[in-house]
T-cell receptor, first 115, second 114 residues
Framework: GAVVSQHPSWVICKSGTSVKIECRSLDFQATTMFWYRQFPKQSLMLMATSNEGSKATYEQGVEKDKFLINHASLTLSTLTVTSAHPEDSSFYIC???????????FGPGTRLLVL | GDSVTQMEGPVTLSEEAFLTINCTYTATGYPSLFWYVQYPGEGLQLLLKATKADDKGSNKGFEATYRKETTSFHLEKGSVQVSDSAVYFCALSLLSGGYQKVTFGTGTKLQVIP
């Protein structure tokens, strides 16, 4: 199946710094990428959807100025957590799909710990 | 809105036992249904899917049948192994605003003991 990678897999940072997470589709062109957040023992919560070359669409309650999403190419999307705080510590997972109706493929996730 | 309800875990089974994880959904349209598996410390992997009523998805010995009349998509496996220990997520996908939006259940943790 299609492969989606994320980098880094683990990041620890100090409060107030910004962290960038990359999501890449390795063997297909991802027209749309999705960013999810997963809290311990809970399900995935969709944060935003991004189409290549367009501004991301954020879910209700997600601060777009805090979670900056860029989908500059058909194989790369980035999520930047700006001025991170301990409450931003979480597991961030991206997914990607080619065309509407096709299966979403998920990345392995990035664990963020803000001290 | 659309939602997915899964049985609460954790589910603990002995090796070679029969597994059922219940999943029901509510949706405004005609969704596709999925089961994803998440192994410890990893992201989600698609386990199986079904796109229309009475379809059966299957993979690695796991099966689930799309039941429109009962709005269910229960996951089953005849004989579980220790390596099946993971969290299983039921999900539905519907076209929303021009793209497929996936709604996940809360996940069911499965622990298989030797």
């Amino acid at each position: 199946g299609a492969v989606v990678s994320q980098h880094p897999s683990w990041v620890i940072c100090k409060s107030g710094t910004s962290v960038k997470i990359e999501c890449r589709s390795l063997d297909f062109q991802a027209t749309t990428m999705f960013w999810y957040r997963q809290f311990p023992k809970q399900s995935l919560m969709l944060m935003a959807t991004s189409n290549e070359g367009s501004k991301a669409t954020y879910e209700q309650g997600v601060e777009k100025d805090k979670f900056l999403i860029n989908h500059a190419s058909l194989t790369l999307s980035t999520l930047t957590v700006t001025s991170a705080h301990p409450e931003d510590s979480s597991f961030y997972i991206c997914s990607a799909r080619g065309q509407p109706g096709e299966t979403q493929y998920f990345g392995p996730g990035t664990r963020l710990l803000v001290l | 809105g659309d939602s997915v309800t899964q049985m609460e875990g954790p589910v603990t089974l002995s090796e070679e036992a029969f597994l059922t994880i219940n999943c029901t959904y509510t949706a405004t349209g005609y969704p596709s249904l999925f089961w994803y598996v998440q192994y410890p410390g990893e992201g989600l992997q698609l386990l199986l899917k079904a796109t229309k009523a009475d379809d059966k998805g299957s993979n690695k010995g796991f099966e689930a049948t799309y039941r429109k009349e009962t709005t269910s998509f229960h996951l089953e496996k005849g004989s579980v192994q220790v390596s099946d220990s993971a969290v299983y997520f039921c999900a539905l996908s519907l076209l929303s605003g021009g793209y497929q939006k996936v709604t996940f259940g809360t996940g069911t943790k499965l622990q298989v003991i030797p």
